[in-house]
């Protein structure tokens, strides 16, 4: 077995028997390791896919040009350092290879936190990022057309997917229990049900505290990781916020209408666009109006995807076209 892959695979045994273990001291140890060990996977496909002589380019932290022996352009790693995270999920994305890297960027947040300082939440916060990665290293033994079941101990492989299964039936109990909460928008019922974690430790086992409160303005959530109580009202913009993450963040760096907009009345990020009401206070009627001469957008307005209306927004279309074609002397 490869240097990169025994080393992973060792990784993740030796965290799973830390995290079996009931001495709170090496839950430390359990989440570096897991940890360690879903990075050391990804390390080991990027090495694979690394053209040879190239000095395993493509795990590499820098990449340098040269020339061949044929004397065409290569590129070949440099130095002893490796990838670290964020290269790792650029260079996945760059390769086409698609991974949920929740459970990766969990398991790091975790291991800050229990690193740097006094971890205050419980065994079942962690239990959960635990048993979520077990479907991460799934999917990264199947990248690498292998079998976690033949490469992993028994028992480890085991107990990953006794707590995956686990965490599953959890989430699915929770997430019915939520789903019965009167949500003034639509698009926050359909956010909820895939979207809305705890106000403090962001687990996604959150439940109904009361069966029979589901109205939004007094139902309240309950945590069982923290477990924390909170006002279900709460949770509404910042569900919204993750569940229009990457339309927002298009919209803020390439412009366009962003998905939901500031309440005048509660000040909320909650006024879903496409159903012209606040999430949160329920205040409707709002129009949205060009950000440049404030005039209320017309259906053929908002059909470009932008916030100007037409005459601006090809005004803008046509000083572009003008500096990228001046005519002629």
Same mark, same amino acid.
């Given at each position: 077995?490869?240097?990169?892959?025994?080393?992973?695979?060792?990784?993740?045994?030796?965290?799973?028997?830390?995290?079996?273990?009931?001495?709170?001291?090496?839950?430390?140890?359990?989440?570096?390791?897991?940890?360690?060990?879903?990075?050391?996977?990804?390390?080991?496909?990027?090495?694979?896919?690394?053209?040879?002589?190239?000095?395993?380019?493509?795990?590499?932290?820098?990449?340098?040009?040269?020339?061949?022996?044929?004397?065409?352009?290569?590129?070949?790693?440099?130095?002893?350092?490796?990838?670290?995270?964020?290269?790792?999920?650029?260079?996945?994305?760059?390769?086409?290879?698609?991974?949920?890297?929740?459970?990766? @960027?969990?398991?790091?947040?975790?291991?800050?936190?229990?690193?740097?300082?006094?971890?205050?939440?419980?065994?079942?916060?962690?239990?959960?990022?635990?048993?979520?990665?077990?479907?991460?290293?799934?999917?990264?033994?199947?990248?690498?057309?292998?079998?976690?079941?033949?490469?992993?101990?028994?028992?480890?492989?085991?107990?990953?997917?006794?707590?995956?299964?686990?965490?599953?039936?959890?989430?699915?109990?929770?997430?019915?229990?939520?789903?019965?909460?009167?949500?003034?928008?639509?698009?926050?019922?359909?956010?909820?049900?895939?979207?809305?974690?705890?106000?403090?430790?962001?687990?996604?086992?959150?439940?109904?505290?009361?069966?029979?409160?589901?109205?939004?303005?007094?139902?309240?959530?309950?945590?069982?990781?923290?477990?924390?109580?909170?006002?279900?009202?709460?949770?509404?913009?910042?569900?919204?916020?993750?569940?229009?993450?990457?339309?927002?963040?298009?919209?803020?760096?390439?412009?366009?209408?962003?998905?939901?907009?500031?309440?005048?009345?509660?000040?909320?990020?909650?006024?879903?666009?496409?159903?012209?009401?606040?999430?949160?206070?329920?205040?409707?009627?709002?129009?949205?109006?060009?950000?440049?001469?404030?005039?209320?957008?017309?259906?053929?307005?908002?059909?470009?995807?932008?916030?100007?209306?037409?005459?601006?927004?090809?005004?803008?279309?046509?000083?572009?076209? @003008?500096?990228?074609?001046?005519?002629?002397?």
């Amino acid at each position: 077995m490869d240097s990169l892959l025994s080393n992973a695979v060792l990784s993740i045994e030796i965290g799973v028997e830390d995290f079996r273990s009931r001495d709170p001291r090496r839950l430390v140890s359990a989440v570096r390791n897991v940890q360690a060990g879903i990075l050391l996977l990804c390390k080991e496909k990027l090495r694979r896919l690394s053209p040879p002589s190239s000095d395993e380019v493509l795990i590499k932290a820098r990449i340098l040009p040269g020339l061949d022996a044929a004397g065409e352009l290569a590129f070949r790693g440099h130095g002893e350092k490796t990838v670290d995270e964020q290269q790792i999920v650029e260079r996945f994305g760059q390769l086409g290879i698609r991974l949920d890297w929740g459970p990766l @960027r969990k398991l790091t947040a975790h291991r800050n936190v229990l690193e740097h300082y006094r971890f205050s939440g419980s065994r079942e916060e962690l239990r959960e990022v635990v048993a979520q990665s077990a479907t991460m290293i799934r999917r990264l033994f199947d990248v690498l057309g292998m079998d976690p079941a033949e490469e992993l101990e028994g028992d480890c492989w085991e107990f990953l997917l006794e707590n995956e299964a686990v965490f599953q039936e959890e989430l699915a109990r929770c997430r019915s229990s939520t789903q019965t909460i009167r949500w003034r928008s639509p698009t926050m019922a359909r956010a909820a049900a895939t979207d809305l974690v705890c106000a403090v430790c962001r687990s996604e086992l959150v439940e109904l505290e009361d069966p029979d409160d589901v109205d939004q303005e007094s139902a309240r959530l309950k945590c069982r990781a923290c477990p924390m109580t909170f006002p279900a009202k709460g949770q509404i913009w910042p569900t919204l916020v993750q569940h229009f993450g990457r339309d927002l963040n298009e919209a803020a760096t390439q412009g366009g209408m962003p998905p939901v907009l500031k309440c005048r009345a509660c000040g909320e990020v909650a006024v879903v666009v496409d159903e012209g009401v606040c999430a949160v206070c329920g205040m409707g009627g709002y129009e949205l109006r060009c950000e440049v001469c404030n005039e209320v957008l017309t259906d053929e307005d908002r059909g470009q995807g932008d916030s100007r209306c037409l005459q601006h927004l090809d005004a803008e279309i046509a000083l572009f076209s @003008r500096d990228r074609h001046p005519p002629p002397d």
